[in-house]
């Protein structure tokens, strides 16, 4: 179950997923690691509800968001089984990069806080990404402008 939040600060995602077992430890605790996944499908989700994905073609060719930067801090414990809910927002569209924020749930209890940054670059064949500024169109869809009228 998914559901757009659209306020006149930001643009945000609500979605939801259920903790399973190849994602938790010995103790069946949630990795830490497994949190840095929630991250990026729960901005994946917010990109498609956008109109947008995390590989777009224009007349120039494809351009990719590499993460150069991701942190997470852990609140309480999720177990297998567990529901989450996950709220990913985007804090900051700069020239060339996009900062989101995740909030991961297990009911009404928190259980961690992320930040992703991703820059937006250009895909050419045998060479390294070319950071790119964001394309305008882009730009205002992630800014939300697209939806105040």
Not at 57 to 86: K, M, N
């Amino acid at each position: 179950m998914i559901c757009p939040v659209v306020d006149d600060a930001a643009v945000r995602w609500l979605t939801r997923r259920r903790v399973e077992f190849v994602e938790t430890d010995a103790a069946g605790i949630v990795h830490f690691s497994a949190f840095f996944v929630y991250m990026e499908q729960a901005e994946h989700d917010l990109l498609r509800h956008l109109g947008l994905n995390v590989f777009q073609d224009d007349e120039l060719g494809r351009i990719s968001w590499p993460r150069v930067s991701a942190s997470c801090d852990y609140h309480g414990p999720a177990r297998f089984e567990d529901e989450l809910t996950i709220e990913v927002s985007i804090d900051r569209v700069g020239q060339k990069s996009v900062t989101y924020v995740h909030r991961m749930f297990c009911g009404d209890r928190a259980v961690a806080t992320g930040r992703m940054t991703a820059v937006c670059c250009r895909l050419h064949p045998e060479q390294p990404p070319e950071s790119i500024p964001i394309p305008a169109p882009i730009a205002a869809v992630l800014r939300g402008e697209d939806r105040k009228r």
